[in-house]
């Protein structure tokens, strides 16, 4: 296995200090998972840039190791060489694709949580949403989503993605993929949705058993509330979109922390290792 781990807060010259909590988090959580002595070129600045590390951490995958690049901006910028990419497969026209995502909903895609023309609150559409997916796997998108998932429901089944902004939907394909036998939710805000490359491939590959839902309230809440773009109908033949109040400013939900400790925790790996001891109890669930 080869895998490459970017992400901001790696200098303190980035004086967010949301980014500067993922930085750590994400330090904590690769250890986790994959043990320092699986990491090649890991060092958090990046400034060794990305090619050479790169290729060694491939190499070591097909030797039948582990290699984990811990990777920020900052080696991009330094990269001397750019990598040569083939060409992208030829998709289908834009009216081909939104067919067939008509036919997929025809086939029996769920039907809506609520009205269109109802504007729920966050907490409202989060437990609409788990309570028609009462034992799903269901991962939540960074920001406030995640933040009051946890305080108004907090379960083993939930996964809080608040370091991966616009990655929930990836992480959640690649489980559904892997379990096929479990029931998958991600649940996105606007901007999250849009953020996420994701959608391009599930055009293409669909697992039956993932559901997306966007909570779309048309602002970045949880990053000083600017506007978002308008979501174009794709999303609507994708996902259940469902209209939200807009909510910026003070949050009353605290930061996503460990049960029984008081404040944001230090690390929330105990969370990551939760959500997979659940997987694995599930039934069909993969080996290891």
């Known amino acids: 296995m080869a895998a490459l ?6 200098s303190a010259a980035d004086e967010s200090e949301p980014h500067l909590a993922i930085g750590d988090r994400t330090d904590g ?5 994959f043990g320092q002595d699986t990491l090649i070129g890991g ?14 951490v ?29 060409p992208a497969a030829p998709l289908g026209s834009p009216v081909a694709l939104m067919e067939a995502m008509r036919r997929r909903q025809e086939q029996g895609w769920p039907a809506s949580l609520a009205d269109p023309a109802t504007v729920l609150d966050r907490d409202g559409a989060i437990a609409a949403i788990r309570a028609a997916h009462p034992g799903a796997a269901v991962l939540f998108s960074n920001g406030y989503t995640s933040r009051a998932a946890q305080a108004t429901g907090d379960r083993p089944s939930d996964f809080y993605n608040v370091g991966y902004m616009g990655g929930t939907l990836a992480i959640g394909w690649a489980l559904a993929r892997s379990c096929p036998g479990l029931e998958v939710v991600v649940v ?5 949705a849009q953020m996420s490359a994701m959608k391009d491939h ?7 058993n993932l559901h997306w839902y966007i909570l779309n309230n048309g602002m970045g809440a949880s990053v000083g509330g600017p506007t978002s773009l308008p979501l174009s109908p794709l999303y609507d033949a994708m996902a259940r979109v469902i209209a939200t109040r807009p909510d910026g400013g003070p949050f009353p939900h605290p930061r996503v922390g460990l049960p029984g400790h008081e404040g ?25």
């Open 43 to 56: 060092d958090r600045y990046g400034l060794q840039g990305v090619i050479d590390p790169f290729r060694r």
């Open 264 to 288: 944001p925790s230090a690390s929330l790996a105990p969370l990551a290792r939760r959500f997979r001891e659940w997987i694995a109890a599930q039934p069909g669930a993969p080996a290891g």
């Open 58 to 86: 491939l190499a070591h995958a097909a030797a039948g190791g582990m290699g984990v690049l811990k990777l920020s901006p900052y080696g991009f910028r330094s990269s001397a060489a750019e990598p040569t990419l083939p």
């Open 188 to 192: 996105d805000g606007d901007q999250n």
């Open 202 to 208: 599930l055009l293409l590959e669909y697992p039956a």
């Open 29 to 33: 959580l690769v250890s986790l998972i």
């Open 5 to 10: 781990v970017t992400f901001r807060g790696a």
